[in-house]
């Protein structure tokens, strides 16, 4: 997080700089061209800036670039009082200030794809802002090439005419609003959908909804996903067929939100979440986005919905043991369907060479009593690893370069890790590679599981191999009364202390593999395997049948 601030405040002052030193070299020196040089620069520093803040206010930035392009431009031509310039300074001037409130208004309209609609207005407004520094751009190789001004007019009154046509089609929209909805309502209510998938969350989240996407689909209803940030629009498009709306405001959610939907699933305990649950016509299900004993996977707020499927009895159990009182038929035990594809191997790890460990450290959460991550004290245990000859996977969560401190220790287990396979040819698994492996594929290729308390271990628990767990707050015996999955599983110590003891559990005798076997009917219910994923997808379409299905007698 400090490092994404590091990176904005750095795009802003070199921006800025540059517009600045454009307009002092132009306005108050004779050096023409190195002050368009300047000016196009300071343009390249503001698309860059864009891209690191793309909700940025460049105002400042374009006007003063403007300016010294103007000035440049006049110094270019030797004419005096040239009115085409003139003109061409008033027009660049109502753009950059029409920019920003035109995006504004944009962002506040409902955008969707995989609909037979098109939104041109909105996205033409959100892309306004690269679209005057392409026109400034063009305005500086006018001024360098010293074209008549006409030609820097004829291309502000075109961008101009854009800007303006979008104005006033988003006028038309806020204060004449189509009777029944505009083009994604009407699309929406032809295709007629029975639930939908809501989220909110911050970038790079996605990963919460396309783990559910294939079982949601397999539930053989129509639906539709509906998402409150922008950013995640493309990518969740890309994973579905689905309809995905993006809702910025609540009057996009009433407009989204047609009358042939029956209930809203949930993967996260999101602040906006009660956005959706005021539409009290709906069943609201929380399914979450993995099962694990950290604190936030027995939250309070759960009990504001009206179903939680969990994946075994020990997510209901880790409720009470947190003290959240949830009336038990809220709770409906549906299994993982994640882990249906991921293999199981029945027999104990008993003395495996060269073996293929799989290490998931954790992110170091939002607060310092979530904070879970191994990454500060895990590089001696994985020296010790490849001492023994194993080949590692290091899979990091996807949340790890929020941290600057956590981003660095990674890059150096990484460097371990790339070294070691030069030397020895092992091929470990690091880095991007890691990251378009699936789960499933990183469980089955790997022998053994070294994680941090999330998730990842329960969905490794399916495939029966051994697995050990960092106790990263020292808790020592506490440990496994706060986290019960760490049981059946070899506790590693903070300070690394028990790693020879732990690894040869893990990888030689493994005396807790019996155990496993109890904690996984827990953890991930007792369900068929050729068949598991049919919990969930009989459960999901109990909440979608009508009443009248639930309470007509069986026939005779």
Not at 456 to 480: C, H, N, Q, W
Not at 502 to 531: H, I, K
Request: hydrophobic residues 50%.
């Amino acid at each position: 997080m400090r490092g994404d601030l590091v990176r904005k405040l750095a795009a802003r002052c070199l921006s800025i700089g540059l517009a600045v030193l454009a307009f002092v070299v132009l306005a108050l020196t004779g050096a023409t061209g190195w002050g368009l040089a300047l000016a196009v620069a300071a343009l390249a520093a503001s698309a860059a800036e864009q891209r690191v803040r793309p909700s940025a206010d460049l105002v400042a930035e374009t006007t003063l670039i403007a300016a010294a392009l103007l000035v440049g431009y006049s110094r270019r031509l030797d004419d005096g009082l040239n009115l085409a310039l003139v003109a061409t300074a008033l027009v660049l001037l109502g753009l950059v200030l029409l920019v920003g409130p035109l995006r504004t208004a944009g962002n506040l309209e409902i955008r969707a794809a995989n609909l037979p609609v098109r939104a041109w207005t909105p996205l033409v407004a959100d892309r306004l802002g690269t679209a005057l520094l392409g026109l400034l751009a063009a305005v500086a190789l006018a001024a360098a090439l010293a074209l008549p001004a006409g030609v820097a007019l004829a291309a502000s009154l075109l961008v101009g005419a854009g800007a303006d046509a979008v104005a006033l089609d988003l006028a038309r929209r806020r204060f004449r609003p189509t009777a029944g909805g505009g083009p994604v309502a009407r699309a929406l209510r032809r295709h007629q959908p029975e639930f939908l998938l809501y989220f909110s969350a911050p970038p790079g989240s996605e990963y919460q909804v396309t783990m559910w996407l294939p079982y949601l689909e397999r539930i053989g209803r129509p639906f539709m996903v509906v998402l409150r940030e922008p950013e995640f629009l493309a990518p969740i498009a890309a994973a579905t067929d689905a309809p995905v709306v993006y809702c910025p405001t609540l009057r996009a959610m009433d407009e989204a939100l047609v009358p042939s939907l029956r209930a809203a699933f949930y993967v996260n305990h999101g602040a906006k979440n009660s956005h959706c649950i005021r539409f009290t016509q709906l069943t609201h299900v929380q399914l979450h986005h993995g099962d694990s004993d950290k604190a936030p996977s027995a939250n309070p707020v759960s009990g504001i919905f009206d179903r939680i499927f969990v994946a075994g009895p020990a997510a209901i159990d880790r409720y009470a043991r947190a003290g959240v009182q949830i009336p038990a038929d809220k709770f409906v035990v549906v299994g993982r369907p994640q882990v249906e594809s991921i293999e199981v191997r029945p027999e104990p790890a008993h003395g495996l060479t060269h073996p293929t460990v799989l290490y998931t450290p954790t992110w170091t959460g939002h607060h310092a009593d979530a904070d879970y991550c191994s990454l500060p004290v895990v590089e001696g245990l994985l020296h010790r690893l490849l001492e023994r000859g194993a080949t590692v996977i290091l899979r990091a969560h996807p949340y790890t370069a929020q941290n600057p401190a956590s981003a660095r220790q990674l890059g150096r287990l990484t460097e371990l890790l790339v070294a070691d396979r030069a030397r020895t040819g092992r091929q470990h698994v690091v880095g991007a590679a890691a990251r378009e492996l699936s789960l499933t594929e990183c469980v089955n290729r790997s022998d053994a599981l070294v994680s941090d308390v999330s998730g990842v271990i329960s969905d490794y628990l399916y495939s029966g191999k051994p697995y050990a767990v960092t106790d990263m707050g020292d808790e020592g015996a506490r440990f496994v009364e706060r986290f019960p999955l760490a049981g059946s599983g070899y506790v590693l110590r903070r300070d690394m202390s028990n790693m020879d003891e732990v690894l040869n559990a893990l990888l030689d005798t493994d005396p807790l593999a019996e155990a496993r076997w109890a904690t996984r009917r827990r953890y991930l219910g007792d369900f068929p395997a050729d068949s598991y994923a049919e919990a969930f997808l009989t459960a999901a379409r109990r909440e979608l049948a009508p009443a009248t299905e639930l309470t007509a007698p069986a026939p005779v």
